[in-house]
């Protein structure tokens, strides 16, 4: 696709030109919610517990961590960035493969306090930074994956349009601020090999460089204009086969839509196979001691990050479609404790993953990343067999979640994180679309709200 402009600086052009309506702003807040509801349920994690070191090191500020101290903008970023993704239930973009709420989110937040900006200025500058997010993830091709973690190398550009948007950059000031944010991605999935918390170091420094770029440009720090494209730049030096086209690919509407919010507590990627087995329970009434075995057919990727027999931990359970379907036919919907280290350790989920066994199918495959599909055969030892098989997962957007849903997923994870009712009742109802600075909604975010 021919541009006499350097691919940054085309998309620039468009996303300027592009409406942001009413409903896309409201859409906007709908993630906020889901992002403010996963972030603070994750207070009481390992990774928070790491990342208070932050708060520690700052007295005061403008901007708002996630548990109500006022920090400064860059350890406002960080630590909220870290927290977004702790429980595996923030949102997702399918065909770019990544989480967009965690990294861009928490820059979006952190530029509107410190620059105290309206309400609509916050939601505009996380519509574009989904956009910039997501069309990267798609742009730079699924060899990048095999090694890459999305989320910390595509989110970095995000959350650098989204802090250029609130701080009002001019479109080579922006230019300059993905630019650098560019030149300093990464990402490395080594840590899927180790029991580390370096997913959380890796959205939190994508969230703080993406921000950080952006200020830095609005003080005239120049960047690389072709940090995608040039022979250096990213599609060169970080994949083999990158779809440079999808990056400035026109679309009717924003990506932000194409989004989907995940209702259960697990990697997105074995989702598709608890859905499917709820189906076949809603059908089917089957004790898990007449199972002789579970047949699950996935996608390449599903397999590789979630094929896991034998969890250790609670982060290693949630990367597990055995001890994910175990946990359902055991103890009903999915819940957080149900990935607690006394549930994976349980006698009878042990022995119940063990008869789990899950597979590449080629049909579910050849639909990948367009669709996160399973298929699930449940042999009793009657002999009888029960299969179903779906293409789509609760949450995608032909399969979305109700207004219900998501509060209900929300009023869960945000008394989780110790908060009360009456502010519960505050956030779901928060009116997104209000003429209002940002402090309207950050000051509920205060420390006497628990959070």
């Known amino acids: 696709m ?62 708002t961590a996630i548990d109500g101290q006022k920090v400064n903008m860059q350890n406002a970023a960080q630590y909220n960035g870290a927290l977004g993704n702790v429980l595996e239930m923030d949102d997702i973009h399918r065909t770019s493969i990544l989480h967009p709420g965690p990294v861009v989110i928490p820059a979006a937040l952190a530029a509107a306090e410190q620059s105290e900006c309206s309400l609509e200025a916050f939601l505009t500058a996380i519509i574009k930074g989904y956009e910039v997010t997501i069309r990267m993830g798609e742009a730079i091709g699924r060899s990048h994956y095999r090694y890459f973690h999305n989320t910390a190398t595509c989110g970095v550009l995000g959350s650098a349009m989204a802090a250029a948007s609130v701080f009002e950059l001019s479109l080579q000031q922006t230019v300059s601020a993905l630019g650098n944010a560019g030149s300093t991605t990464g990402g490395l999935w080594q840590m899927r090999n180790e029991k580390v918390l370096t997913k959380q170091w890796h959205n939190a420094e994508a969230s703080r460089s993406g921000l950080m770029a952006a200020f830095m440009s609005k003080q005239n720090l120049t960047g690389p204009e072709y940090i995608l494209e040039g022979p250096q730049g990213i599609f060169n030096a970080l994949s083999d086969d990158p779809s440079i086209e999808n990056f400035i690919k026109a679309h009717p509407i924003w990506r932000i839509y194409d989004c989907s919010f995940k209702p259960w507590p697990a990697c997105r990627h074995a989702h598709g196979a608890m859905d499917v087995l ?174």
């Not at 992002?35 to 928070?48: I, R, T």
């Not at 022995?351 to 699930?376: M, N, T, W």
């Not at 956030?427 to 628990?450: K, N, R, V, Y």
């Open 278 to 451: 709820l189906e076949i329970l809603n059908k089917h009434s089957i004790d898990a001691d007449d199972i002789e075995r579970i047949e699950v057919g996935v996608y390449q990727d599903a397999q590789l990050f979630c094929d896991r027999v034998t969890p250790e931990t609670s982060l290693e359970a949630k990367f597990s479609i055995q001890h994910a379907l175990a946990a359902i036919l055991l103890w009903g919907e999915p819940l957080l404790e149900h990935y607690a280290v006394n549930a994976i350790v349980e006698a009878a989920s042990f022995e119940l993953r063990q008869r789990i066994h899950v597979y590449i199918d080629e049909d579910i495959e050849s639909q990948y990343p367009q669709h996160f599909g399973a298929k699930c055969s449940v042999v009793l030892k009657n002999g009888q067999r029960i299969e179903h098989q779906q293409q789509d997962t609760l949450g995608d957007p032909e399969k979305p979640l109700s207004q219900k849903q998501r509060h209900h997923k929300a009023q869960m994870l945000l008394r989780h994180g110790g908060m009360s009712q009456h502010k519960i009742e505050q956030l779901c109802a928060f009116d997104w679309l209000q003429t209002a600075p940002i402090s309207t909604f950050s000051g509920l975010l205060s420390p006497e709200l628990s959070i």
């Open 2 to 63: 021919p541009t006499s402009h350097s691919l940054t600086k085309q998309l620039l052009i468009d996303i300027n030109q592009m409406p942001i309506t009413q409903a896309d702003l409201t859409r906007a807040g709908q993630h906020v919610l889901d992002w403010v509801a996963c972030a603070s349920a994750a207070k009481l994690s390992e990774a928070e517990r790491a990342y208070q070191a932050l708060l520690l090191l700052d007295d005061a500020g403008k901007c």
